[in-house]
C-alpha cells in the first residue's frame, strides 16, 4: 500500500519528467529550418547561424535557420520534433504528384496546402520578388524542382509571402540572406525569428551535384530529410555546403540589392557575426510566371 512518501515521490518524479520534456521540446523548436554546412562548420538554425561544433544541440533564441536553413530553418519549435512528422514522398513523374505532408511545428501561418498534382513543364518559370529595395527575379528550375515550385507558386497565390521581411544575414564564409519566414521581425530583437513556416513540409528536389554559389536560391531545412518548408535563402557569395538542400532557382535580377543589404551588415551580430540585417528587406509582393 502506497504511502503518503510514496505518493510525493510519484508527484516529484512526474513534475520532473514534465520539466525534461518541457526542455526537449524547446531544443526542438531551437533546431527548426537549420542548414549545416559541413565543409564551413557552420550550422544555420530557425533563429539564426552558429558554429556547428558548438550548436548543433544548441537553442537558437540565443545563438541565432529545418530551414536555409541558412537560419533552422529556426528556436522556437512546438513538441512535434521533424523525426515524428511522417516522411513527405517525393514528385511522381507518373501521376504528377507531390507528397506533401502536414507539419504544426514552429510558428505556422497557416493558408492551406498545396495541390498535390505538379507538373515539371515548363523547365523553367520566373519569380519576381518586389521588395522594399528593388525587384529581384529568379529563374525557378521546374524540370528538376518541380514540387518545390508548385508549393512556391501556391504560396506566392495566397500572398503568403507579402510584408515579410528577410530575419538572418550570414557573415563573409556564410554569404547568404535568409527569408520566408512570414512572422519574423528581423529587428536584431526577436528570438523567434525562423520559427515560421506554412504548416506542411516537402521533400528535397534537385540534389545531386547541387552547389550553392553566388546567384543561387536553394530552399532551408532542418537537419532531417523532408523538412523544407517556406523558408529559402539567396546566395550572394560561394558557400561549401553539402548538398541538402533544393537549389531551386538561379537569381538573374538583383544581386546589386543582396550585396547593398550585406554592406549594411547586421543589427545585433551573433558569436559569429550574423543576424538580423541592418538594411531591411522586405517582401512587398511575390509571382510567378510561366505556365504549363
Do not use: W
Not at 541558412?70 to 507531390?98: F, I, L, N, R
Not at 523547365?123 to 528538376?144: D, M, P, R
Not at 550553392?212 to 536560391?217: A, E, L, T
Not at 535580377?253 to 550574423?274: E, M, R
Amino acid at each position: 500500500m502506497a504511502t503518503g512518501k510514496d505518493r510525493q515521490k510519484q508527484l516529484a518524479r512526474e513534475h520532473h519528467e514534465r520539466q525534461m520534456q518541457r526542455r526537449i521540446e524547446r531544443e526542438q523548436r531551437a533546431k527548426r529550418t537549420a542548414i549545416i554546412g559541413s565543409s564551413i562548420g557552420v550550422v544555420v538554425v530557425v533563429g539564426g547561424i552558429v558554429t556547428a561544433v558548438a550548436l548543433l544541440n544548441g537553442n537558437s533564441s540565443t545563438d541565432a535557420a529545418s530551414t536555409p536553413t541558412p537560419s533552422a530553418p529556426e528556436t522556437s519549435m512546438p513538441s512535434t520534433s521533424p523525426s515524428q512528422v511522417a516522411a513527405a514522398a517525393p514528385y511522381d513523374p507518373k501521376t504528377g504528384k507531390c507528397g506533401y505532408v502536414a507539419d504544426k511545428n514552429g510558428t505556422v501561418k497557416d493558408v492551406g496546402m498545396p495541390p498535390a498534382k505538379a507538373s515539371d513543364k515548363p523547365a523553367t518559370k520566373t519569380l519576381t520578388f518586389t521588395t522594399s529595395l528593388g525587384e529581384i527575379q529568379v529563374e525557378l528550375n521546374n524540370a528538376k524542382a518541380p514540387c518545390t515550385v508548385n508549393s512556391l507558386e501556391f504560396l506566392a497565390k495566397k500572398n503568403y509571402y507579402d510584408g515579410s521581411k528577410c530575419h538572418r544575414l550570414g557573415n563573409d564564409k556564410f554569404p547568404m540572406l535568409q527569408c520566408g519566414d512570414p512572422t519574423a521581425k528581423a529587428d536584431g530583437k526577436g528570438q523567434t525569428d525562423g520559427m515560421g513556416g506554412p504548416g506542411y513540409v516537402m521533400a528535397e528536389e534537385n540534389l545531386q551535384g547541387a552547389t550553392y554559389k553566388r546567384g543561387v536560391m536553394a530552399m532551408a531545412k532542418t537537419s532531417a530529410p523532408g523538412s523544407t518548408g517556406s523558408q529559402f535563402f539567396l546566395v550572394y557569395g560561394d558557400i561549401g555546403l553539402t548538398p541538402d538542400y533544393t537549389p531551386v532557382g538561379t537569381i538573374t535580377k538583383g544581386l546589386d540589392i543582396l550585396d547593398k543589404v550585406n554592406k549594411a551588415g547586421v543589427i545585433t551580430p551573433g558569436p559569429d557575426g550574423t543576424g538580423a540585417p541592418k538594411e531591411t528587406l522586405q517582401l512587398k509582393d511575390v509571382t510567378i510566371s510561366g505556365k504549363s
